[in-house]
């Protein structure tokens, strides 16, 4: 965790996010403030469209918000073009989403090794780090199998690698264990904290599965597009 004079890794002030769909406009996000020190996992709940999987996306710089200002890193995203943006987000951050989101044509390796091959990393480097992060994870045995070939559990764990791989400063999870019975469910939630104290990367979750908020540092609460409540778990 970061220590008291080190400036929080994510600062979000006064956000707002509306959705206009031609017939009707959603207030996603309607003032959020947020503030996550470096170092910390933070769990982020609520009910069904309460604008948790919005924030994700505007404060990983996925979305753009209407009004209010977020800052990743000292970094304020609305200063960032397009592209600068999609660079910024594929060196300092990882995404890890319930679906996976892994290529059924490439082996785990090759899927692991794919964020480094798009920013430029040497071939024989980028095979060297996703063999290097398989094994963190505890799936070096299976790198040569497609993602068909592995259990969900299995799946998730490449996607995680496939996270890491760029050793980022802030890992975003939507609903990691969501395709996950309870076994696989803890063994992924075991990774991802082991990673977060390992590595003191921050992790923000969206979850809706009180065990795994419960793992986190601190569960913030969301309703109706705003934050109602959050409190620091002891687990």
Known sequence: MTTANEPPIIIA??????????????????????????????AIMGPS?????????CLSGLDEVDAGAISIGG????????????????????YVFQSYNLLPVLTARENVEMPLLVSGTRARVAHHRALDVLDMVGLVDWEQHYPAELSGGQQQRVAIARALV??????????????????????????????NRENEQ???????????????????????????SEHNNHS
């Not at 469209?49 to 996306?57: A, E, I, R």
């Open 166 to 195: 760029n050793q980022p400063q802030i890992i975003w999870a939507d609903e990691p264990t969501g395709n996950l019975d309870s076994g696989s469910s803890k063994d992924v939630m075991d990774l991802l904290c082991r990673m």
């Open 49 to 57: 469209g309460c604008g948790k999987t919005t924030l994700l996306n």
């Open 75 to 94: 970094m304020d995203l609305a200063t960032l073009s397009d592209n600068q943006k999609t660079e910024f987000r594929a060196k300092e951050m990882g």
């Open 13 to 42: 002030r006064d956000v707002h996010k509306t959705y206009d769909t031609g017939r009707v406009q959603v207030h996603a996000l309607r003032g959020v403030d947020l503030i996550v020190p470096r170092g910390e996992m933070v």
């Open 202 to 228: 921050t992790f923000v979750l969206v979850t809706h599965a009180e065990s795994v908020a419960s793992r986190a540092h601190r569960t913030v609460q969301m309703r109706d597009g705003c934050i109602v």
